[in-house]
Structure formats: structure tokens, C-alpha cells
């Protein structure tokens, strides 16, 4: 097959992130198949990035793929002991990874193109002190009625809360990542040419001890930043965050709504001091992207939609923050 052509002195790295709900949107086809058929349908538009000269690190979240693990536990409750959060992050980083792994492969090989697909099973260090743990604010798996709620709480040790109009969920902490531990790993499977996909579901989350030594911790890190941070240990040149939407808006779903092309890291902070940028929604990924590039000068972060990936990053698409 004919090799990539390879990019001159330092090889530029991209970080794409994309959402869970890629491949299981809300009021979409959730099966597998169905999942594999919107792996397939990213891949395209990933490979067309890899296509310009990019060395690629996919990251992706895990919110449905986790609550679907979750619930099938919760169902089998009785039985077999429940899946704790760092497995089940573990699972779906498998899982998820080898949907997008075997849709990249296929497709580079239809193109005749000479890269290699990888994925990194990636535990992600945060903070054992870190309030998040104090104040578990993450809702995960099945929404329950709050009798039910409360007793799997009582019998598991969980927290809980309720999410006003949907019922009682369990809650866990989300507490800020720190450190890839695979980052050496990923950065030799980029310098080999590969397409790396790793930090699904924002890692692994582990805590570190005074003699080094790893420790599984029940939690759940940001799909963005845990992205973000990851771009910045790579020096990455670009983090692109894909989204449902094309571009960024200010005023979004009103009548004043305004797309942005460009932002200063000045802007997007007003912007998102003004409440712009909803905090379950592009609040996060904004936030994201102004950590990155405070610690990447001359760097820029990309919002936009999967399909504008590639015209995005030749500037021709979506909301660039400099």
C-alpha cells in the first residue's frame, strides 16, 4: 500500500475528541450494530484529517456505553456482585475502542493508505484529595424511583441524587485529572505512525502513592478535560472537540442567537463568565480548551461537528478559539 506521505521536522498532533453519544445518541439506534455503524460513519471523517498529514489521538466519552453496563449490573444485582466504575470504564475503553480500531482499519485500507490503528486501555492519575471526592456530583446509570434509590444506596455504599424531572440516579465524584499514565506509550505509537485511540471516557481514574504505586478509585474524569490534558502532555498543535453542533453561539436558542467563527482565549472567558456556555453542555468543553491553550502558546482549539472535522481544521468550519 502506498505509505502516508510524512510530515517534515516535527510530526503536528491532533487531538479529536468526540462524544459518547456519537455512537448512541438520544433518540438514535443504541444496539451494537448500531454503535459499530456510527463508528464506521466517524472513521471516514477521521481518516480524512489522518488524510492532510496529522498524527491522530481519537479520544471519545462513554455516558451511555456506561450506563448501559451499569443497568445490566444493576439487573443482575442479586446474583453477581455490581461493576464498579473503574471496570466499566475499562470495558467500554475495550469495547468502544475496537469499534473505532476495526472502522479506521477498513477504512485506511480502502483508501490504500499505510497508517496503523492502536488503541491504549489509559489510567488517568487525579487527585486523592480532591474535593470532587467529598461531593460525589456525576449522575450515572438508570434514573429510579427514590424508595429504590435509597435502599441501593443503603445496601452498596452508593451516593445519590435526584435530577429534577427524570427520578433518583447514583452519583459519584468527578474530580480533576493530573497525569496520562500511558503517555509514553501513546506518544511512540504516534511517532510509528499510528492513530491512537486512548482516554476514552476520560480514563482510567487512579490515584498515585507516596511509593508510586497505583490505586483504582471509584470515579468518573471529563471526557474534555482529561482530553485537554492529554494534548497538552503531547505539545499537541490542535484539540479538536467535536460536538452536535457545526460551530460555537452566543445567545444559543433564541432569537439573538450568533455562530462564531473565531475566538480569543479573552472572549470565550466572557463569554463563558457571562453564562453563554451551559455547564452540561459547551460549558465544558470551552473550559477545556482554555486549559489547554494557556499551557500551549501558539496552539488553537477547534469546536465543531464530526463532519466538519476536516474543513474545520483547514479553516473553513467551526468555532477556532487562539
Known amino acids: 500500500m502506498p505509505v502516508l506521505p510524512q510530515p517534515a521536522g516535527d510530526y503536528p498532533t491532533l487531538v479529536i475528541a468526540v462524544g459518547g453519544n456519537a455512537l448512541a445518541p438520544e433518540g438514535g439506534g443504541t444496539s451494537l450494530p448500531d454503535q459499530a455503524a456510527a463508528a464506521a460513519r466517524t472513521a471516514q471523517y ?55 480500531q476495526r472502522s479506521l482499519f477498513n477504512e485506511l485500507l480502502a483508501r490504500k493508505l499505510d497508517r496503523r490503528v492502536a488503541t491504549v486501555v489509559t489510567q488517568v492519575v487525579v487527585d486523592a484529595g480532591d474535593p470532587a471526592f467529598d461531593a460525589p456530583s456525576k449522575p450515572i446509570g438508570s ?20 435530577e429534577t424531572g427524570r427520578g433518583w440516579r447514583r452519583s459519584v465524584a468527578s474530580p480533576k485529572p493530573k497525569a496520562v499514565i ?11 505512525n499510528h492513530i491512537v485511540i486512548a482516554c476514552g471516557g476520560g480514563g482510567i481514574p487512579v490515584t498515585r502513592g507516596v511509593d508510586g504505586r497505583l490505586s483504582n478509585r471509584e470515579a468518573v474524569i471529563d471526557k474534555d478535560l482529561a482530553s485537554a490534558l ?44 457571562e453564562g453563554h456556555f451551559g455547564k452540561g453542555s459547551m460549558g465544558p468543553k ?22 466538519h472535522m476536516g474543513a474545520a481544521l483547514a479553516g473553513k468550519a467551526g468555532t477556532r478559539i487562539a
Open 46 to 100: 477521521v481518516v480524512d484529517v489522518a488524510a492532510q498529514g496529522w498524527r491522530v489521538v481519537l479520544t471519545h466519552g462513554n455516558g451511555p456505553q456506561v450506563g448501559y453496563i451499569l443497568r445490566r449490573s444493576e439487573l443482575a444485582i442479586a446474583e453477581v456482585p455490581p461493576v464498579p466504575m473503574d471496570y466499566a470504564t475499562a470495558d467500554t475503553q475495550g469495547a468502544i475502542g475496537v469499534m473505532f
Open 143 to 162: 434514573t429510579m424511583d427514590e424508595p429504590t434509590a435509597r435502599r441501593l444506596a443503603q445496601d452498596n455504599g452508593w451516593a445519590i441524587m435526584e
Open 182 to 192: 500511558e503517555i509514553d506509550t501513546i506518544r511512540e505509537l504516534l511517532a510509528c
Open 230 to 273: 492529554l494534548a497538552r502532555q503531547l505539545h499537541a498543535q490542535r484539540l479538536l472537540i467535536a460536538t452536535a453542533v457545526p460551530q460555537v453561539a452566543i445567545n444559543f436558542g433564541t432569537p439573538r442567537q450568533r455562530w462564531l467563527d473565531t475566538l480569543s482565549i479573552a472572549e470565550a472567558g466572557r463569554y463563558m463568565a
Open 286 to 307: 470551552i473550559e477545556a480548551i482554555l486549559g489547554y491553550l494557556r499551557d500551549n502558546p501558539g496552539a488553537e482549539g477547534i469546536v465543531t461537528d464530526i463532519p
